[in-house]
């Protein structure tokens, strides 16, 4: 079945470092993928999608590239901030009309 | 816009109980889908409801039950509560393949 794998955490890093945190999928077909980020005690923000393969997804800093060969679909930041501090999930869909998968979420903490 | 709005925001409800949450869509949207999150993991899908049907549903027992109203919003219904329902129970509705979030409603089954 459809599932997605991505890196464990916690992730902790310096304020201005480099992040990547990776993120691979099981699917047939050809289905979109997204990051979602969730900050303490609030639901699902969506950060950044892409629908079809090479499409390159960006948002407030975040990238991340639809990777068909590799079926991967890792997020990356330049420098991050404090504000950064969130759960991460990277997620895929099918289609309009079938749910959503999710992984486990990576933890990501900035320290100052 | 309004966003997702669902209430309550939080609950505490005893085992053996019934809870019924609630979920309001974004402006537009048709189709509303309900996730479980249970501490440290991601959500999981319980259900979707188009035009006031279940579509899909997950791997969840037939306690979980729901509805849609003509005006798309929608309820999750948990009958016989057990201790392994405490969740973040989020709504999510969609239009097309980008689905928005509720802020959730944190169950607690003591």
């Known amino acids: 079945g459809n599932s997605v794998t991505q890196m464990e955490g916690p992730v902790t890093l310096s304020e201005e470092a480099f992040l990547t945190i990776n993120c691979t999928y099981t699917a047939t077909g050809y289905p979109s993928l997204f990051w979602y980020v969730q900050y303490p005690g609030e639901g699902l923000q969506l950060l950044l999608k892409?629908?079809?393969?090479?499409d390159k997804g960006s948002n407030k800093g975040f990238e991340a590239t639809y990777r068909k060969e590799t079926t991967s679909f890792h997020l990356e930041k330049g420098s991050v901030q404090v504000s950064d501090s969130a759960v991460y999930f990277c997620?895929?869909?099918?289609?309009?009309?079938?749910?959503?998968?999710f992984g486990k979420g990576t933890r990501l903490h900035i320290l100052p | 816009d309004a966003g997702v709005t669902q209430s309550p925001t939080h609950l505490i409800k005893t085992r053996g109980q019934q809870v019924t949450l609630r979920c309001s869509p974004k402006s537009g949207h048709d189709t509303v889908s309900w996730y479980q999150q249970a501490l440290g993991q991601g959500p999981q899908f319980i259900f979707q409801y188009y035009e006031e049907e279940e579509r899909q549903r997950g791997n969840f027992p037939d306690r979980f039950s729901g509805h849609q109203f003509p005006n798309y919003s929608s309820e999750l219904n948990v009958n016989a509560l057990l201790l392994g329902d405490s969740a973040l129970y989020l709504c999510?509705?969609?239009?097309?393949?980008?689905?928005?979030f509720g802020q959730g409603t944190r169950l607690t089954v003591v």
């Open positions: 892409a629908t079809k393969a090479d």
């Open positions: 997620a895929l869909r099918k289609n309009r009309d079938d749910k959503i998968i």
């Open positions: 999510a509705s969609s239009l097309d393949t980008e689905a928005f």
